[in-house]
């Protein structure tokens, strides 16, 4: 084990899917503070742009331990790298998201911190669906599948239930936000 994984100690959740990194000590999604501070502060006006420099941080700290410490666990969220094939380019893209652990998967929101725009990396899902995740040092391919109808509205609830800022997203983007469940291929 190099000394990033001993400096950050990881649990592999066994629920089947086998690429849920977690803190030692995680819960179902009981709050801590700091997390409910990081909750407040998103459903506020000014979070979008908090939202674009902590989340470019994440990515770049992310990438340069290969998953292994991920700064916005320290407020309590469950971040993943997920690597796309660009729509257009077919290049890799790599983007840092809030995941749920959700019915043998992980749920992604597209939510864009509310705004008006559908985030780059759900279009590309929506035209490759299969994709990477890379959590705890570990690569584990996927399928992403949006979810719709009665299956979004479920796993909606489970979201905004866990995240309520979501419905405070939702209703700032005045979109339909994109949920996709990731699934191991």
């Known amino acids: 084990m190099d000394g990033a994984a001993r400096s950050c100690p990881r649990v592999l ?24 501070a990081f909750q407040w502060a998103q459903r506020q006006s000014w979070s979008s742009r908090f939202g674009r420099f902590l989340g470019p941080l994440d990515l770049a700290v992310q990438r340069r331990t290969a998953g292994r410490v991920r700064p916005l666990s320290l407020l309590g969220v469950p971040t993943l790298l997920l690597n796309t094939t660009g729509r257009r380019s077919g290049q890799t893209r790599q983007v840092a998201l809030l995941h749920i652990p959700y019915r043998g998967g992980h749920l992604v929101i597209g939510s864009h911190y509310g705004l008006r725009e559908h985030p780059g990396w759900s279009a590309n899902l ?50 339909q936000i994109r949920v996709f469940l990731l699934t191991r291929r």
């Open 13 to 36: 959740l066994r629920s089947g899917n086998g690429f849920a990194p977690r803190r030692e000590g995680d819960d179902d999604g009981g709050m801590n503070v700091l997390r409910q």
């Open 126 to 175: 929506l035209a490759h669906p299969d994709a990477e995740v890379i959590a705890g040092g570990r690569t584990v391919p996927v399928r992403a599948t949006l979810l719709t109808g009665d299956e979004r509205a479920e796993a909606w609830r489970e979201i905004t239930r866990l995240w309520p800022v979501y419905n405070t997203y939702a209703a700032r983007a005045g979109r």
